[in-house]
T-cell receptor, first 112, second 112 residues
Framework: GAGVSQSPRYKVAKRGQDVALRCDPI?????LFWYQQALGQGPEFLTY????????KSGLPSDRFFAERPEGSVSTLKIQRTQQEDSAVYLC??????????FGPGTRLLVL | QQQVKQSPQSLIVQKGGISIINCAYE??????FPWYQQFPGKGPALLIA?????SEKKEGRFTISFNKSAKQFSLHIMDSQPGDSATYFC???????????FGEGTQLTVNP
């Protein structure tokens, strides 16, 4: 079946622009996670949803980062007034059994 | 705050050899320890995972060894193949369905 999909796959933004990154989880998966992966590093947790409820947003690095999942399926990660340090790969993962997290291919964001 | 330390940073192995990657954790509340494999341009994919109630788990050529008292766990790849060349991440979480804390990653190269 279809895995986790993310769009766009690549995004180039000028510093100060707002960006929106989309995640389509595996159908029926209750949990959805966002991670940020800097070049050559392991993914770092950003935020977690169970259905439409955002249960943990402690990893969001600043108030410029905002995530939503209004209907409990598709999620959007929004970054306002992008900065160069926001350049990274943003990974989305979903899970059903509350063990295995299935990751999407990521969105590579480059802020110039 | 790095709660999962991974070594080595890079590893070169000959085809047919054994690849060994080690991780150590600090948080005694962690109770789920997966290993992920990541190819360039792709999201992490789950290889194998273990819980602290067992000391070893084997799936095909991949084995996790777990030492609860030392707070360490390792991945062994037997009969390593060039197709195993990828970046490997250990991870940990404290409750099912919870955020994953990743190690820094190990870039494995298997020479033909």
């Amino acid at each position: 079946g279809a895995g986790v999909s993310q769009s766009p796959r690549y995004k180039v933004a000028k510093r100060g622009q707002d960006v929106a990154l989309r995640c389509d989880p595996i159908s029926g998966h209750v949990s959805l996670f966002w991670y940020q992966q800097a070049l050559g590093q392991g993914p770092e947790f950003l935020t977690y949803f169970q259905n439409e409820a955002q249960l943990d947003k402690s990893g969001l690095p600043s108030d410029r980062f905002f995530a939503e999942r209004p209907e409990g399926s598709v999620s959007t990660l929004k970054i306002q007034r992008t900065q160069q340090e926001d350049s990274a790969v943003y990974l989305c993962a979903s899970s059903w059994t509350e063990e295995t997290q299935y990751f999407g291919p990521g969105t590579r964001l480059l802020v110039l | 705050q790095q709660q999962v330390k991974q070594s080595p940073q890079s590893l070169i192995v000959q085809k047919g050899g054994i690849s060994i990657i080690n991780c150590a954790y600090e948080n005694t509340a962690f109770d789920y320890f997966p290993w992920y494999q990541q190819f360039p341009g792709k999201g992490p994919a789950l290889l194998i995972a273990i819980r602290p109630d067992v000391s070893e788990k084997k799936e095909g050529r991949f084995t996790i060894s777990f030492n609860k008292s030392a707070k360490q766990f390792s991945l062994h790849i037997m009969d390593s193949q060039p197709g195993d060349s990828a970046t490997y991440f250990c991870a940990a979480s404290s409750t099912s369905g919870s955020r994953l804390t990743f190690g820094e990653g190990t870039q494995l190269t298997v020479n033909p």
